[in-house]
């Protein structure tokens, strides 16, 4: 009964020391005042509405649907969401040094807090935008709305990974955060965000379709879309590029962890 006790002690402080993490990281990255939500807010939808300005301005209609709005809003906030938590998390291990005097503070809890943070977040941007969306008539209800469940999950594990490998590898190299802000770049155009893959010949298919975020894309749609039938679409295999990810980092924090505190 004292194990089972302690354990039980042990996990009650540990969703404690995580709990108090993310209300310093909400301070911290959002300050004081509601502009800092706000903005976090703006960021997103700005990137939508300007292009679905530039695709109505040149006569274009939706790639799919009817609504360019809706297929550019599943398209922006899936990599974006992707995006935050990769870069974000980038440098967490160099920017929480001093918290690490305290004995109860673990480097993986300043990660998992922003983490979980950067998920809330989204989770509030996205209710809002297509909230939004279908209140104006710009969008159905999903059609789908576990598969969307599944695809925001599954878009946090994938960042995750990714997010940690950049934090064992940044706080290794300092340039790196530089690096993969470049390397990430490409994306945009990657992703399948103006785009239906399942349209493309198939020499281009067979390169994007290893993007892990392109079926991140694919999934959201299928969730919303009632007929989006994906040809690319492979949920395994993001699954286990996000698995592969979480393991290699929390090895690398492992390997890596008496460097960094020297």
């Known amino acids: ?50 292009l679905v300005f530039v695709f109505t301005l040149v006569g274009r209609q939706a790639p799919f649907g009817s609504s360019l709005a809706l297929f550019f809003g599943t398209g922006i906030m899936a990599l974006q ?3 935050e938590l990769s870069h974000k998390l980038n440098s967490v291990f160099n ?7 305290y004995p109860v503070i673990r480097e993986l809890d300043t990660l998992i807090a ?10 509030a941007i ?11 008539g710009l969008a159905p209800w999903p059609s789908h709305p576990e598969a969307l469940i599944l695809a925001f999950i599954t878009t946090w594990l994938l960042g995750f990974g990714m997010g940690l490998m950049n934090a064992v590898v940044s706080s290794m190299w300092d340039t790196w955060t530089q690096v993969e802000r470049v390397l990430t770049r490409p994306l945009f155009f990657v992703s399948a965000i103006f785009y239906v893959p399942s349209q493309l010949p198939p ?10 975020v392109l079926h ?5 749609r299928e969730g919303f879309y009632p007929r989006y039938n994906s040809m690319v679409l492979d949920k395994s ?20 962890r008496k460097k960094r505190t020297n």
């Open 203 to 212: 020499e281009a298919i067979a390169v994007l379709k290893w993007n892990p």
């Open 95 to 101: 920017a929480n040094r001093a918290l690490l005097t």
């Open 216 to 220: 991140l894309v694919e999934w959201m």
């Open 1 to 50: 009964m004292t194990r089972h006790t302690s354990v039980g002690e042990l996990l009650i402080l540990q969703v404690r020391v995580i709990a108090s993490l993310v209300i310093r990281e909400t301070r911290a990255t959002f300050g004081t005042s509601n502009f800092g939500y706000l903005w976090a807010i703006i960021t997103p939808t700005a990137s939508v509405g300007v």
């Open 126 to 136: 996205m209710v809002l935008f297509f909230g939004a969306l279908i209140s104006l």
């Open 81 to 83: 969401y992707f995006s």
């Open 114 to 123: 922003r983490a979980l943070l950067i998920a809330a977040t989204y989770l």
């Open 237 to 256: 295999y993001v699954l286990m590029v996000a698995t592969l990810l979480i393991l290699l980092g929390l090895a690398g924090e492992r390997l890596f």
